[in-house]
C-alpha cells in the first residue's frame, strides 16, 4: 500500500512539475524584433468554429467555420463589412492527415500539408509552384508554435494558455507570406486540433 502511495505521489509531482512548465512557457516569447499583434477570440458554444480576431486593438476580421459541413470544417475570413476575404478548404494527401489549401486577396493558393511529429504537430508551408516556403510546429499542449521561413527565421508565431481557447499570433515584419494567409494557417490548426479533440470525446463517451 505504501508503495503506491508513494508512486502516486511521485506521479503528482511529475504532473505538477510540468503543468507548472507548461504554464511558465506560456510567458515565454521568442524575439522577433517588429511585429504586428492578433488576438483571436475564440466563441464558445457554436455550432462551427468562430474566430473573431482583433489587430493591434483594433477589430480586424472574423473567421467562421461552415455548419453543413459535417466531417470537414473549411473556413472562411470575413471583414468587418462580412466580406468573404480568405478562405482555407481542406486537402487530403496519402502522408498527411490534416492539410488545407488557404486563398487570401484573390492570390494564388498557399497549401499547408501535415507532416508527421512523434509530440505535437507540423506542417510544410507551399507556394501555388510548390515550391516550400515556411514551415510550422507546435507543441503537443497546443500553446505554441511557430512559424520559420526556409532559411530558418522565425517569421510568425501562435501563443495560447494552457486549456484556454483563445490564442495570440504575431507576424514579423520581414513575414513575406500575407496577414490574412497566417491567420488562416494558424486558425485551421486550432479547428484541426478542436475537431480532433470532439472525436476523441465523443469516442470515449461512447464507451
Known amino acids: 500500500m505504501k508503495r503506491v502511495t508513494r508512486r502516486n505521489f511521485i506521479w503528482a509531482v511529475v504532473a505538477i512539475v510540468v503543468m507548472t512548465g507548461v504554464l511558465f512557457s506560456s510567458f515565454i516569447k521568442k524575439d522577433m524584433g517588429s511585429c504586428t499583434k492578433y488576438k483571436c477570440d475564440v466563441k464558445n458554444f457554436r455550432l462551427s468554429t468562430t474566430i473573431e480576431i482583433s489587430k493591434e486593438g483594433n477589430n480586424f476580421a472574423k473567421v467562421k467555420g461552415n455548419i453543413l459541413k459535417f466531417i470537414t470544417d473549411p473556413l472562411t475570413m470575413y471583414d468587418l463589412n462580412e466580406r468573404k476575404i480568405a478562405y482555407a478548404g ?118
Open 90 to 207: 481542406d486537402a487530403y494527401h496519402f502522408v498527411a492527415q490534416d492539410s488545407h489549401s488557404i486563398y487570401a486577396n484573390d492570390e494564388s493558393p498557399t497549401e499547408m500539408v501535415g507532416r508527421f511529429k512523434v509530440f505535437g504537430e507540423a506542417y510544410d508551408i507551399y507556394d501555388e509552384n510548390q515550391n516550400k516556403i515556411a514551415k510550422v510546429t507546435f507543441n503537443v499542449f497546443n500553446t505554441k508554435g511557430r512559424m520559420y521561413d526556409t532559411e530558418g527565421n522565425l517569421i510568425a508565431d501562435y501563443n495560447s494558455f494552457f486549456l484556454f481557447k483563445d490564442f495570440n499570433v504575431r507576424i514579423s515584419e520581414k513575414c513575406k507570406l500575407n496577414e490574412k494567409t497566417v491567420l488562416m494557417i494558424f486558425c485551421s490548426y486550432y479547428s484541426d486540433q478542436a475537431a480532433d479533440a470532439k472525436i476523441a470525446t465523443n469516442k470515449t463517451s461512447s464507451k
